[in-house]
């Protein structure tokens, strides 16, 4: 049985999986005595269940075929559009203040990780609050997965850059890897990383509970933490009943957004597969300390010479609220530290959220949850551009780089800059396109970079001016999701996907 499972389109298992999480918040609205929003799950939920169990009696009989990477890749992209539809239905049946767009939206904000505040915080009740993290959480799964099992092979989704993406330059456990049938990649894969996920997702929860936050909301920061999508119940993280504890656990586990060298090694995107040599990983480490220290320097060699204990305090707290937000918008999570407010008076800056739009536009590492452009393709284009002033210094000089260093820095940086090209084409084409639904441009800019770079918390942080995104109007909200879909699977992915000699090779 498991493995005829594994033979059908993989947007199938994937519609039961979500079908089969419909039953917690269904519990838990019973729970809590709300039977409108419990039967609302439950009914929806048993309703999947009959929808895969149907599809997958008229598909038994098929040939056993293992399905290709591009099917596969197909079903990633039908379940980031289509599945919402499904997700919405206990949603919307459980509000039942909304549309069934409003509802969709919120979905695929929810399974792309983008986290976009649709609605109210005290507008859902505690289940469909539920409901959002878990969606949220999920959709983290399936990029994880999807990453190596899915992106990988075809070289997309970061690893095109890498020294691993030349024919020949890999590992040979890597290389028999992608040789590998899609049906036993994923398996193997999926079974390297739930318990994994799993695992660091219930050590979050352990500690907020711990520290007397409250079991919901710790379980729901910590669904949104693991997954970077920013989805939380509360209007802002400081209403956490753990305060700064509570914030230095989330920052301890944001740096799984970083790179994928802090949970696997089945994706290798660098050289080196320790940690401490990871590219990404130290590159993020350098913008969390370096872009915190710059904001505030001046005040902090201030409170120094006039030996004012109150400033000192009130300087701690301000780095503090800076290398939070930084890592939380740089991992494109978005949550604002409760000392961000102080870290912006400190430094005297009136435009933080230009600092926190470039931060979400950078994104985290290659193969995690984070979207963005990545560190990876970023540093390809700093050692491109590195080796370039070279020579511009010495005509004749030699790179000293090895083989598979070269690579990233010349064909990896070449395919980065096409990425970055691309993305930006995007960034400008979305930009109108809300320009002409009626958006001005600083909310039509801030909406695009929310959404392609999955960091829907940006819509509230990087503008002083209010985005309501239920009054946007219709077009606009199925345009956000295109740019939440688009910036979820990248462009070269969708090209890969729609491009008809690609599916004929």
Known sequence: MLSRILYLPLILPLTGVFAAAMFVPALHALYLDDHSVAQAFFYSGILGFAFVAMTGLS??????????????????FLAYTVLP?????????????????????????????TGAPLFEADRLTESLHLWRGIGGWRGGLVSWIAASAVLAPLNLGGFEVTARAEPGQGEERFDRFKRA?????????????????????????????????????????????LATSGITPLDGLDGMQTGFYGEAVIFLFLAFGLSRLTFSKDSITSVNSQLRYDPEFRMGLVLVLAVPLLLFSRHWIGAIEFEEQENLRSAMSALWGGMFTILSFLTTTGFESAAWAQSQDWSGLSTPGLILLGLALVGGGVATTAGGVKLLRVYALYLNGRRELEKLVLPSSMGNASGSSRRIRRQGAFIAWVFFMLFALSLALITVIFALLGQDFEAALVLTIAAL?????????????????????????????????????????????????????
């Open 453 to 505: 770079s999955t960091t829907g918390p940006l819509i509230d942080s990087a503008t002083t001016n209010t985005i309501e995104l239920l009054d946007i109007g219709a077009p606009a909200k199925l345009v956000l999701c295109v740019a939440m879909v688009l910036g979820r699977l990248e462009t070269l992915g969708l090209i890969a996907l729609f491009n008809l000699r690609v599916w004929r090779a």
């Open 59 to 76: 598909l038994a009989n098929r040939s056993k075929k293992d399905n290709t990477d591009l099917e596969n890749l197909a079903s990633l």
């Open 181 to 225: 049938s899609s049906a036993k990649r994923i398996t193997r894969i999926s079974q390297d990383l739930i318990p994994i996920y799993a695992g660091l997702t219930f050590l979050v929860w352990l500690f907020m509970v711990v520290a007397n936050e409250d079991p919901l909301t710790a379980a729901i920061l910590a669904m949104s933490t």
């Open 85 to 113: 539809l499904f997700l919405a239905l206990p949603f919307y049946e459980g509000l039942e203040t909304t549309s069934y767009l409003n509802a969709y939206v919120e979905m695929v904000s929810s399974f792309t990780t």
